[in-house]
Nanobody, 122 residues
Framework: QVQLVESGGGLVQAGGSLRLSCVPRTFSMYAIGWFRQAPGKEREFVAA????????TYADSVKGRFTISRDNTKNTVFLQMNSLKPEDTAVYYC?????????????????WGQGTQVTVSS
């Protein structure tokens, strides 16, 4: 079973930036997506990238502010988050899927990990 480890979260002021990292154990076979869950809310899709990096999808709420990328040589997927807002506060998770489209629909292969906390202060 695919397992993934998230890191890079922290506390930042509104307007600041963070870069999250996701390391899947079996990396090259899957599209990877980022999701987030704020207190009292359901987990939601944030962004996804295909196996080759040629297909990328973002949630409307983060378009123009977040950038997803992957470095196959380092077996890592990144989520660069700029112009952060208090409403971006959440636990961020990554997961694997067959395509960016299936990840957008929430269809994932792995169990959810612990995630990484992102807190944006106003």
């Amino acid at each position: 079973q695919v397992q993934l480890v998230e890191s890079g979260g922290g506390l930042v002021q509104a307007g600041g930036s963070l870069r999250l990292s996701c390391v899947p154990r079996t990396f090259s076979m899957y599209a990877i997506g980022w999701f987030r869950q704020a207190p009292g809310k359901e987990r939601e899709f944030v962004a996804a990238i295909s196996r080759s990096g040629g297909s990328i999808t973002y949630a409307d709420s983060v378009k123009g502010r977040f950038t997803i990328s992957r470095d196959n040589t380092k077996n890592t997927v990144f989520l660069q988050m700029n112009s952060l807002k208090p409403e971006d506060t959440a636990v961020y998770y990554c997961n694997a899927g067959s395509t960016t489209a299936t990840l957008l629909r929430g269809t994932c292969f792995a169990s959810w990990g612990q995630g990484t906390q992102v807190t944006v202060s106003s």
